[in-house]
């Protein structure tokens, strides 16, 4: 009893078609295809010439039992031909299947391509090489996805016949790192052992592996919040209610509610506009500064200048509430730079719950 064993053929829907310029790709997936259907003996096989017919019909009839293996060679010859022709123009461009069309011999659709593609080409060879010096990596593409590209142009370099030791190949690879690159390349150029080009690729995949988990820790996602709150109006204070900052966690006061809007830090550059906000308690003492024009202080002493405010002056807060102002003067800001922040026009605000609150107006 015959038993029937069903092979996984491979897929081919992503190979490239041959252009003329792909031909050593393309022409080793094909075979590899054919390999695995048992079919690559016909690129290779020239097909046994037909009996000849100038015979008796008796001789005929007495040779036909004799000759049977040999027609079902024939025939499988002439299925396992179609076969292969029909990968081969299907697999090809629009303007050389047109050209190899109506040739019927897979192997002499392959022999052509073979002597037009495959054979030695002095100029091939420069193409490749010039490829490969060319190449140069760059910052906005991921590092790993250039090194595999590098390899493949390594790779064709080597298979024109070329020879390119391993240490070389990677100090080529060394000189065509990224700027942001610079400095590992320098820390790599001050060892003393030679590294082959998989040993620097797994050098790199380290490097690529810490920096990305830097960034994600130098660039924590934050979110900001502010609320939107009406100040009534009064002869003797603005109109509009001052922007106080207020923590995210803080409940809206019971006055007038208004939509709020949510920021989240994208990368590394976020800008805010904050419109309205509320001062809360909290007992840890903190700094904001928004670039507002407007400044308070609480804290007398923080004060290097400081000069009495007109009677009546005072500010509204958010949550309806008036808090007076005896004076205002000039504070400095020790920055962690070590540079010096002069703020001027601050106004001293005793009922703040804050040593020092910017905002704008």
């Given at each position: 009893?015959a038993i029937s064993v069903t092979k996984a053929l491979p897929?081919?829907?992503?190979?490239?078609?041959?252009?003329?310029?792909?031909?050593?790709?393309?022409?080793?997936?094909?075979?590899?295809?054919?390999?695995?259907?048992?079919?690559?003996?016909?690129?290779?096989?020239?097909?046994?010439?037909?009996?000849?017919?100038?015979?008796?019909?008796?001789?005929?009839?007495?040779?036909?039992?004799?000759?049977?293996?040999?027609?079902?060679?024939?025939?499988?010859?002439?299925?396992?031909?179609?076969?292969?022709?029909?990968?081969?123009?299907?697999?090809?461009?629009?303007?050389?299947?047109?050209?190899?069309?109506?040739?019927?011999?897979?192997?002499?659709?392959?022999?052509?391509?073979?002597?037009?593609?495959?054979?030695?080409?002095?100029?091939?060879?420069?193409?490749?090489?010039?490829?490969?010096?060319?190449?140069?990596?760059?910052?906005?593409?991921?590092?790993?996805?250039?090194?595999?590209?590098?390899?493949?142009?390594?790779?064709?370099?080597?298979?024109?016949?070329?020879?390119?030791?391993?240490?070389?190949?990677?100090?080529?690879?060394?000189?065509?790192?990224?700027?942001?690159?610079?400095?590992?390349?320098?820390?790599?150029?001050?060892?003393?052992?030679?590294?082959?080009?998989?040993?620097?690729?797994?050098?790199?995949?380290?490097?690529?592996?810490?920096?990305?988990?830097?960034?994600?820790?130098?660039?924590?996602?934050?979110?900001?919040?502010?609320?939107?709150?009406?100040?009534?109006?009064s002869s003797k204070n603005r109109t509009q209610g001052i922007?106080?900052?207020?923590?995210?966690?803080?409940?809206?006061?019971?006055?007038?509610?208004?939509?709020?809007?949510?920021?989240?830090?994208?990368?590394?550059?976020?800008?805010?506009?904050?419109?309205?906000?509320?001062?809360?308690?909290?007992?840890?003492?903190?700094?904001?500064?928004?670039?507002?024009?407007?400044?308070?202080?609480?804290?007398?002493?923080?004060?290097?200048?400081?000069?009495?405010?007109?009677?009546?002056?005072?500010?509204?807060?958010?949550?309806?509430?008036?808090?007076?102002?005896?004076?205002?003067?000039?504070?400095?800001?020790?920055?962690?730079?070590g540079k010096t922040l002069a703020l001027n026009d601050v106004?001293?605000?005793?009922?703040?719950?804050?040593?020092?609150?910017?905002?704008?107006?």
């Amino acid at each position: 009893m015959a038993i029937s064993v069903t092979k996984a053929l491979p897929d081919l829907s992503k190979l490239e078609p041959l252009d003329g310029t792909n031909y050593k790709r393309w022409s080793q997936k094909l075979l590899i295809f054919f390999e695995q259907l048992d079919v690559d003996y016909v690129l290779f096989t020239t097909p046994e010439p037909e009996a000849s017919t100038e015979t008796s019909t008796v001789a005929i009839t007495s040779v036909i039992p004799g000759n049977r293996p040999q027609d079902d060679a024939k025939a499988k010859y002439d299925r396992d031909n179609k076969t292969v022709r029909g990968h081969l123009l299907n697999h090809m461009s629009n303007t050389l299947f047109d050209l190899f069309v109506n040739q019927k011999s897979a192997k002499e659709i392959w022999n052509t391509l073979e002597t037009r593609y495959g054979g030695d080409d002095a100029g091939r060879k420069k193409y490749v090489v010039g490829k490969w010096l060319q190449f140069h990596m760059v910052d906005d593409k991921p590092i790993m996805d250039q090194v595999h590209e590098y390899e493949n142009l390594v790779a064709d370099v080597l298979s024109e016949g070329m020879k390119m030791c391993d240490v070389l190949q990677a100090n080529v690879l060394l000189e065509k790192f990224p700027p942001t690159w610079s400095e590992y390349r320098n820390h790599l150029k001050h060892k003393k052992k030679d590294l082959n080009l998989q040993e620097l690729i797994s050098h790199m995949r380290t490097e690529e592996a810490n920096r990305l988990k830097d960034k994600e820790i130098s660039n924590p996602h934050i979110s900001f919040k502010a609320n939107l709150v009406e100040s009534s109006t009064s002869s003797k204070n603005r109109t509009q209610g001052i922007p106080m900052l207020s923590r995210k966690d803080q409940k809206n006061p019971p006055s007038q509610l208004t939509p709020q809007a949510n920021l989240t830090e994208q990368e590394e550059i976020i800008a805010a506009v904050v419109v309205e906000a509320n001062l809360v308690e909290n007992k840890t003492d903190w700094i904001l500064d928004t670039g507002a024009s407007k400044h308070f202080c609480s804290n007398k002493e923080l004060f290097q200048e400081l000069h009495e405010a007109p009677d009546g002056e005072c500010v509204f807060m958010g949550n309806s509430t008036t808090a007076g102002v005896l004076g205002k003067g000039k504070i400095f800001l020790k920055l962690t730079s070590g540079k010096t922040l002069a703020l001027n026009d601050v106004l001293y605000v005793p009922s703040l719950r804050r040593n020092l609150v910017s905002v704008a107006y």
